[in-house]
């Protein structure tokens, strides 16, 4: 193709987007000196955007010209779900597809990374482990992970007060984020409230890989009235967060699920590790004192 002929093509196209002119004067005019001054500098942009983690998304509403959007967005503020998010043509809109991708990652994160070896010792916690001997073990086996390793039930035996009247002990269960979150302020708003009843506690430890069943096996060696176990709940991708605590009385291995009684949602945004922590208390004691747990608790 002739020269010509390609500046023939390039000038109808601009012709066609009203940018002939501005291409002529860019084509003709002698290249513009450097700025001399500050203020005629581009602005440089640091390549950021917001921290998409931290968006409430209970405040969030990103429906454009909504019916009754008030009354809509009131309703919302009372439970973190992903609704009235708005769509783009028959997408979902940027901002909570990122959140949504942001928050699948945050619940993988909690699910496959351990528990932080120095978050334990911090704690003054000991630790042991079920049968499980890795990550991959746990996730695929929930029958070894309630179970200690013989090992883990000798250190249990050898490091424990003996017959507490309760044992509470953490797990990592499906989230060690939820471990990281809340047991610092947890696991002393629980002891200080059973002392507070002066209820005899146990010696609390930590226990990598542990499922909820693993309590009843602690509870025989331990000789507890009481057992609570505060555990990483599987993430979701409302928080990765979230704890809950597994309180059961006189528990032994093989019983059914339902003597267990359960305090669920502890987080930032659910019920607060501390309140958590003297709500659990209280229970505790009622369960002392009504000597049940789980349907038979009638609170």
Known sequence: ?????????IEQVLSEMNLTGAASASATAP??????????APAVEDGCIPDITTVDIRTQYLVENPEHGE??????????????????GARYKTDPQLQFRAAHSAAQDAVFSDVDAEFVEKMGLFTVQTQCDSKDVYLTRPDLGRKLSEEGA?????KCKKNPTVQVYVADGLSSAAVAANIADLLPAIVQGLESYRINVGTPFFV????????DQISEITGADVTCTLIGERPGLITAE????????KATVGMPEARRTVVSNIHKNGTIPAEAGAH??????????????GTDLKL
């Open 1 to 9: 193709m002739e020269q010509k002929d390609l500046k023939s093509i």
């Open 31 to 40: 290249a513009a000196a450097p700025a001399s001054c500050d203020s005629c």
């Open 71 to 88: 009354e809509y967005l009131e309703i919302k503020r009372q439970a973190p779900c992903r609704l009235g998010i708005g769509k783009a």
């Open 154 to 158: 000798k250190i249990v035996a050898e």
């Open 208 to 215: 990598k890989y542990g499922r909820v069943g693993v309590m």
């Open 242 to 249: 979230s704890m809950s605590a597994y309180i059961a009385y």
């Open 280 to 293: 659990i208390a209280e229970i505790i004691k009622i369960m002392l004192d009504k000597k049940v747990s």
